[in-house]
């Protein structure tokens, strides 16, 4: 998967990660560039330092430690040499470039009136390489649909960082909205699917148009605010499924609340370890409470190659734990 993003970088990371074995190249997960400190790069549970010579070594004084010039060639190219069109991104943190790859920023901020106005000095880049990978929603979605309106559940997907709610829940709004619900018992069409697509992760659009298959019949607000992403595709859209990434925010439920009125099913994700971490977080907590989702689907930590999905009702109770694909 490296070869989708080694364009994108300057020269120096080029021929360092280019020179990793193609295995690791293939499953690279995050690039770490942190200025005047070792590249480190890691792929599924492991993690290691890059060599000058583009090896895989432990010790950090062997590791190459990337420049003053490099970080700012790579933050350079990473903008397409226009810092001011990405202002708004940068002051939150990231940066979502071509092919929905997201880079975490940190360095000095700089303040107005209390709140950070920018990110000055960028010291440390965390390169996440998005990946498609079609197929990880097969097993549970059977599980979250609703028999009684021939769709699926209102669905809260749970886990920490990095553990593939992005990837579920953009292959969900593919099998969705090609109707390949999957079951034996399951027989319906496809569905208008919506997506909220704040960070530009989900569907990788370029020029509005995705660049991952997310379906026919699959509609995409790209690099909108969710709430009001979600409140444009309510007024003006009218999907049958509103699929949206990392709620946690006030404006959020109010948003999942007025499509659950209006008769639109709702998949979320959210950060957090399990059920009961969500229930801790005011926004989630009340959300929870009013029965607004009726599946939960917790991701569980991988080991090795594998993945697993423990899925529960609207009580939070336990119905079945998954083996998936690794995502």
């Known amino acids: 998967m490296l070869d989708s993003i080694l364009h994108l970088l300057p020269q120096t990371f080029r021929f360092l990660l280019a020179a990793l074995p193609p295995d690791v190249q293939a499953s690279v997960e995050e690039i770490r560039v942190r200025e005047s400190r070792p590249l480190e790069i890691s792929w599924g549970d492991r993690y290691t330092f890059v060599s000058e010579r583009g090896e895989m070594v432990t010790q950090e004084t062997k590791a190459y430690k990337p420049t003053r010039q490099d970080c700012l060639s790579l933050l350079e190219m990473l903008t397409n040499h226009s810092l001011y069109t990405f202002e708004e991104e940068l002051r939150r943190g990231y940066i979502t470039i071509a092919g929905g790859h997201r880079v975490g920023l940190a360095g000095r901020t700089v303040l107005d009136q209390g709140h950070v106005k920018q990110i000055r000095d960028v010291s440390s880049f965390n390169i996440r390489i998005a990946r498609e990978i079609q197929g990880v929603g097969q097993e549970v979605l059977p599980q979250l649909f609703d028999p009684l309106l021939r769709s699926i559940h209102h669905t809260l997907i749970i886990s920490p960082p990095q553990h593939g709610k992005t990837t579920l829940i953009r292959d969900l709004a593919r099998l969705i909205s090609r109707g390949e619900w999957g079951g034996s018992n399951v027989s319906t069409t496809g569905k208008k699917v919506g997506v909220v697509d704040e960070r530009s992760e989900l569907a990788a659009c370029v020029k509005g148009v995705p660049r991952f298959d997310l379906g026919p019949r699959t509609d995409v607000m790209d690099g909108c605010p969710k709430a009001e992403g979600m409140m444009m595709m309510i007024r003006s859209l009218s999907p049958d499924i509103l699929i949206v990434d990392e709620i946690g925010r006030p404006e959020d439920a109010d948003a999942i609340h007025e499509a659950v009125h209006t008769g639109i099913r709702v998949v979320a994700t959210a950060h957090g370890a399990d059920y009961e971490d969500v229930r801790r977080r005011p926004v989630l907590k009340q959300l929870l409470e009013e029965g607004v989702f009726t599946r939960y689907v917790i991701l569980h930590r991988r ?17 079945e734990l998954y083996p998936v694909r690794k995502g």
């Not at 080991?303 to 119905?319: M, P, V």
């Open 303 to 319: 080991k090795g190659a594998q993945a697993s999905y423990r899925i529960l009702d609207c009580q939070g109770k336990a119905l």
